[in-house]
C-alpha cells in the first residue's frame, strides 16, 4: 500500500544552471508573422473567432474557448489574417491555428478597457476575459482555478522555479512587483483568503528579500524560502512542504483550503486588471549550451521559434535538440518554427553530447527510485506490474498519483527510462479502468 513520507526530503539534486538570473528581460521586436494554435490550454480547443482577410489588433480575440475549462486565444500584434492553417504540436497533436501578419503599427483593440472586478464571480470573468492560464507551465485556466467550490484560506504563490535553467519567474519577481501584488490582492480580497505565502526557493535569494521588503508588517502574508530541491514546485508537493496538508488522492487543492498560482500568473492578472490588455506576450528564458547568447526575452506570444533564436544569436554547429520547457519535464520540438505558447517558458538548445541518451542498463533494484519520487511511490515495482499488464495492482500502489516529473530517471544509475515507463503504466490503468 501507498505510504506517506516525508516528501520535503525527497526529489532529486538537479543542477541549477540558473545563468540567466541575473539578466534583465530583452523585449524581442515584432516578428515576420504570429501563428496562434487553438490548443494552448489544458481543456476543450477553441474555434478560430477570424477568418482569413480579416484585420485584427493588438487584445483581439482570435479564438473562443470551445468550454468551461478553456480559454480565449488573442492577438499579439495589430495586421491581417492570412490564413486558417492546421499546425503539428510538440507534443504530437495537430491543432487549428490562426497566422496573422503584422502592420507595423501595434494598434490596440479599441474595444479594451479595464475590467470592472468587485467580487470572485467578476474576478473570475476577468481571468477569462484575459485569456490567463497557469504561465508555469501547466496551461490549465486560471478562470476555473478562481472559481474554487470550498473556501479558500491559503494562497500559495509559486515562485520555486525548480527546473534547472529556467529564470524567468525569477525575473518576474524583480522586475514586475507591482503587477504581482496587484494580482495577489485582488486575489486575496474577492476569494476572502487570509494567509498569503511566497513560496521562493533558496537560490533567488534577490527575489526573497524583495517580497520580504513588499510585505513586511503585514501579518496576512509570508516570505517562506524552501530548499532548492527538484520538484519543489508540483502543485501538490509544494502545499505539502508549505503547510503541511496533503491533497488527497484525486482531489484538488481547494480540497485542503489552497490556491495556488504561479507568480507570473497571478503578475499577468495583475496588469489586465490595471489596462486591460489580455495576454499576448510571454517572458522566456533562452538558454542551453547551443544557444549564442542565453538570456531572458519577452516575446509576441504565436513567435515562430526560429525567430526567437535568432534573436539569442542563434545556434551552435553541434546543435542537436530543442525542448520546449525545462530539461526535466519539457517537450522535445521537432520544428524550429513551431510558435511559442502561452504556457512556454523557456526554450533549451542542447549540443549532441548535452542531447545524448545514454544506454539503459538492469535494473539492479538499488531503490533509488523509490527514495527520489515525490509521492512516495514506488517505480520498480510499478514496472513489474506494467509488465505483467497488472492494473489491480497498479491501482493498488497508485500509479495515478504520478506526476511525471523524472526524478526517477534522473537518479537511475543504470540510466533506465523510468518516468517513460510510469507514464505508460498510468496509461494502462485509465485504460483499465483507475478506482
Not at 173 to 181: A, G, I, P, Q, R
Not at 309 to 334: H, I, Y
Amino acid at each position: 500500500m501507498f505510504a506517506k513520507l516525508k516528501r520535503a526530503a525527497q526529489g532529486a539534486r538537479v543542477p541549477h544552471h540558473k545563468g540567466t538570473s541575473g539578466t534583465a528581460t530583452v523585449q524581442m521586436p515584432l516578428p515576420t508573422r504570429i501563428v496562434l494554435p487553438m490548443q494552448q490550454h489544458i481543456g476543450a480547443p477553441c474555434t478560430p473567432a477570424v477568418k482569413k482577410g480579416d484585420q485584427v489588433y493588438v487584445g483581439t480575440v482570435v479564438g473562443r474557448a470551445g468550454g468551461f475549462v478553456s480559454a480565449d486565444i488573442h492577438s499579439g500584434v495589430s495586421g491581417t489574417v492570412q490564413s486558417i492553417d492546421s499546425v503539428h504540436m510538440p507534443g504530437g497533436a495537430h491543432s487549428a491555428a490562426v497566422v496573422i501578419v503584422p502592420d507595423g503599427s501595434q494598434t490596440p483593440d479599441p474595444a479594451l478597457k479595464p475590467p470592472v472586478v468587485t467580487d470572485a464571480a467578476s474576478l473570475a470573468q476577468a481571468a477569462r476575459d484575459c485569456g490567463l492560464v497557469g504561465l508555469g507551465g501547466a496551461g490549465f485556466p486560471t478562470a476555473v482555478k478562481l472559481a474554487p467550490k470550498t473556501p479558500i484560506d491559503t494562497l500559495i504563490i509559486n515562485g520555486a522555479e525548480c527546473e534547472p535553467y529556467i529564470t524567468s519567474d525569477e525575473r518576474e519577481f524583480l522586475e514586475s512587483s507591482e503587477t504581482v501584488m496587484r494580482g495577489v490582492k485582488a486575489v486575496r480580497e474577492h476569494l476572502n483568503i487570509g494567509t498569503v505565502i511566497f513560496a521562493i526557493e533558496r537560490n533567488k535569494p534577490q527575489a526573497i528579500d524583495l517580497m520580504f521588503s513588499l510585505t513586511q508588517g503585514d501579518a496576512a502574508y509570508k516570505v517562506q524560502p524552501l530548499d532548492s530541491r527538484y520538484p519543489q514546485g508540483a502543485e501538490k508537493v509544494l502545499i505539502e512542504t508549505v503547510t503541511g496538508r496533503e491533497v488527497p488522492r484525486g482531489g484538488l487543492p481547494a480540497d485542503v483550503g489552497v490556491l495556488v498560482m504561479n507568480v507570473t500568473t497571478v503578475s499577468a492578472l495583475g496588469k489586465y486588471l490595471d489596462t486591460g490588455m489580455p495576454l499576448v506576450t510571454k517572458r522566456l528564458t533562452v538558454d542551453g549550451d547551443a544557444v549564442n547568447k542565453p538570456q531572458n526575452v519577452e516575446v509576441i506570444i504565436g513567435t515562430p521559434i526560429a525567430e526567437v533564436l535568432e534573436f539569442c544569436g542563434g545556434v551552435k554547429d553541434d546543435f542537436a535538440k530543442l525542448l520546449m520547457g525545462g530539461p526535466m519535464m519539457g517537450t522535445a520540438v521537432a520544428d524550429v518554427n513551431s510558435p511559442v505558447l502561452k504556457q512556454n517558458n523557456a526554450l533549451l538548445c542542447f549540443g549532441e553530447k548535452a542531447a545524448h541518451i545514454p544506454v539503459p542498463g538492469p535494473c539492479i533494484r538499488c531503490g533509488r527510485c523509490i527514495e527520489a519520487c515525490p509521492m512516495g511511490l514506488s517505480p520498480v515495482e510499478i514496472a513489474g506490474a506494467f509488465q505483467k499488464g497488472d492494473v489491480a495492482a497498479l491501482n493498488e500502489m497508485m500509479v495515478d498519483l504520478c506526476m511525471g516529473c523524472g526524478s526517477c530517471t534522473f537518479v537511475c544509475p543504470a540510466k533506465r527510462p523510468v518516468c517513460q515507463t510510469m507514464n505508460l503504466a498510468k496509461a494502462m490503468q485509465k485504460k483499465g479502468g483507475a478506482k
